[in-house]
């Protein structure tokens, strides 16, 4: 009798162990924590396969990225963070990145090197001064070229102005020249004979 209860017992204890873990899988693989997978590229150096590390430690191809993320390319590797929908973007070498994520997009703080959109809705970036600049697919942010990656970013229509400022130039240029010219005779309707209606 005394086995059939302790029998009884043990079988209640690992019954109530595999629900506990069941349910705690379950709400470890809930379906609204977005995550993003690192792919690594570069050069090998002496054999060896290129690595970046990610919150301090060596990862290479592969990895999945949390949002609040820290990632650091060396000087012989890059890497590519694709977060699905919410952007691809690529981390050129002597990039360091924190990188957060949502379901309204991706953010980082850059704090060396470049991070270019590769493809993206809503890239953000903030640069070591402060400014953050919204990234398009194929625009690049620089650590070191805050005014020049700005001025990309923000002008749209690139030279476009340019043409229309030497337009303007050229005119200004023009009515100067006829003002100042040594002929200042302007024979209008070419000498015909005006009649006075008086």
Partial sequence: ??????????????????????????????????????????????????VVTVNGEAVRSGRTIFSSSTIATTENSSAVVNVGKNGKIELAPNTVVTLSFNDKGLSGDLSSGAVTALSADNVSVKLPNGEVLKLKAGETAAAGQQTQTQTQTSSGGGAAWWVYALILGGAVAGVALAATSDSNDLEVGGGSIVVSPR
């Fill in 1 to 50: 009798m005394n086995s059939k209860v302790w029998f009884r017992k043990a079988l209640s204890m690992c019954l109530m162990v595999a629900v506990y873990a069941t349910y705690s899988m379950v709400v470890l693989a809930s379906p609204d924590k977005i995550v993003g997978e690192l792919t690594v590229a570069g050069k090998s150096v002496n054999g060896e396969i290129p």
